[in-house]
Every structure is written in structure tokens, then in C-alpha cells.
């Protein structure tokens, strides 16, 4: 078993920036990809951002892109989320997730099998 929990999240005005950590224990998940998804009231969770493991290769929603940042550190099993640029539409609960002997990214919500508790974040104009 893994246990994942994100930190970080808060409020936060337009234009302000956040870094949202995942730790990991129970399992050292340095070959696994490391995903961070969004869900906003009313909607459906959805992709931001994804790492293989080891960090060979990262992969971005497009909105996004150019804006967020996905990284590791392995020696401290914990991924991380830069966020830069915030809008309002940012605004929401933040999940990390992972999967046993899943090294590629992969963007699907049903492939990733454990799953942290959120952070919220909220973006105010």
C-alpha cells in the first residue's frame, strides 16, 4: 500500500503562485509515473499534470501549459506541483495519484489507482 498526501494548496489573488507537494509513503514510488489532477464544484475530475517515474518525461493540460510545472524528488518520495500565473478558473481541490509498475504518464483518471486526500486551492480576482 501507498499513501499519498498533498500539502500546499490556500488562496491565493490572480497572477500569484502556489507549490503543491505530494508525499508518499509505505512504498518508494520513485518508477512510478505521478499524476496531479483537478476537480472544480460541479465538475468533473480532470488532468493537470503528469511525471514518469524517474522524471524522464512530463506531460501538460493545455491550460495549463506554460504555467505549471510537474517535478520529483525521489530521494524524498514526494512529487511537486508549481503553480505560476493563477486565474480564477484554476480555482480547486488538487489530487495526486500514482500506480504500482506504471512508469509512462498517462492522463486517464481510471488508471491511476491511489489516490491522495486534496488540497484546495482557490484563486481569487
Known amino acids: 500500500q501507498v499513501q499519498l498526501v498533498e500539502s500546499g494548496g490556500g488562496l491565493v489573488q490572480a497572477g500569484g503562485s502556489l507549490r503543491l507537494s505530494c508525499a508518499a509513503s509505505?512504498?518508494?514510488?520513485?518508477?512510478?509515473?505521478m499524476g496531479w489532477f483537478r476537480q472544480a464544484p460541479g465538475k468533473e475530475r480532470a488532468f493537470v499534470a503528469a511525471?514518469?517515474?524517474?522524471?524522464?518525461?512530463?506531460d501538460y493540460a493545455d491550460s495549463v501549459k506554460g504555467r505549471f510545472t510537474i517535478s520529483r524528488d525521489d530521494a524524498r518520495n514526494t512529487a511537486y506541483l508549481q503553480m505560476s500565473s493563477l486565474k480564477p478558473e484554476d480555482t480547486a481541490v488538487y489530487y495526486c495519484?500514482?500506480?504500482?509498475?506504471?512508469?509512462?504518464?498517462?492522463?486517464?483518471?481510471?488508471?491511476?489507482?491511489?489516490w491522495g486526500q486534496g488540497t484546495q486551492v482557490t484563486v481569487s480576482s
Open positions: 495519484a500514482t500506480r504500482y509498475g506504471m512508469a509512462a504518464t498517462k492522463r486517464e483518471v481510471g488508471v491511476y489507482a491511489y
Open positions: 511525471i514518469s517515474g524517474r522524471g524522464a518525461t512530463t
Open positions: 509505505g512504498r518508494t514510488v520513485s518508477s512510478y509515473a
